[in-house]
């Protein structure tokens, strides 16, 4: 089944630092976007990508797409400490609804 | 910016009771979902809904649940006799159109838990 699957499952850095999320999935798809949550809170739509798009940007994202691979990543530069959060990728093959990776928990220890 | 509000936040009911959690689309939006989150696992689709019908359903999607939208701003899921597992977090979504490219849109999710 298409699933989206992020790694690494924890990751730790100092404030100031990049961080790095990768996301693989199984199937083809139309769209991939990833969302962040803190902690007992709701989903936030942080960008959406196409799959004829190869990188998009946004402030301090920046997130690629390899369809070839099935893969996309998600940068996050000089991060800040209220870059903690978990963060899912989610994709969708043209249903209407997304699967959900189990997610990336990132602390920014400051 | 509009969004997306659910009601309640926290939600504790004893098992075997029914349950219905609210949700307020953004306005000008036509599809409608809900998700579902148990703790420390990851999001699951559970159902969609357009033009006042179900238009996909997952597996957990069973008979004791429904959806509803009574009026022209709220969309309920209704957990007709609630079980321990149907504890987590639920949210629902909306977006504009049903196409690949559109956004989903989330509510900050209710928290229910089953006792």
């Known amino acids: 089944s298409q699933q989206g699957e992020e790694d690494p499952q924890a990751l730790s850095i100092q404030e100031g630092e990049n961080a790095t999320m990768n996301c693989s999935y199984k199937?083809?798809?139309?769209?991939l976007q990833w969302y962040r949550q803190n902690s007992g809170r709701g989903l936030v739509h942080l960008i959406l990508?196409?799959?004829?798009?190869r990188e998009k940007h946004s402030g301090r994202l920046r997130v690629t797409l390899d369809t070839s691979k099935k893969s996309s990543s998600l940068l996050i530069t000089a991060s800040r400490a209220a870059d903690t959060a978990s963060y899912f990728c989610?994709?969708?093959?043209?249903?209407?609804?997304?699967?959900f990776g189990p997610g990336t928990r990132l602390s920014v220890l400051p | 910016e509009p969004e997306v509000t659910q009601t309640p936040s926290h939600q504790v009911t004893q098992m075997g009771q029914e349950v219905i959690l609210r949700c307020v689309p953004i306005s000008n939006h036509l599809y409608f979902y809900w998700y579902r989150q148990i703790l420390g696992q990851k999001v699951e689709f559970l159902v969609s809904?357009?033009?006042?019908?179900?238009?996909?359903k997952s597996e957990i999607f069973d008979d004791q649940f429904s959806v509803e939208r009574p009026d022209g701003s709220n969309f309920t899921l209704k957990i007709r006799s609630t079980k321990l597992e149907d504890s987590a977090m639920y949210f629902c979504?909306?977006?504009?159109?049903?196409?690949?490219?559109?956004?989903?849109?989330f509510g900050p999710g209710t928290r229910l838990l089953v006792l």
């Open positions: 989610a994709t969708d093959a043209g249903g209407q609804n997304f699967v």
């Open positions: 809904f357009y033009n006042n019908e179900i238009s996909e």
């Open positions: 990508i196409r799959s004829n798009e």
């Open positions: 979504a909306s977006s504009q159109l049903r196409t690949a490219q559109e956004t989903q849109y």
């Open positions: 199937t083809s798809i139309n769209n």
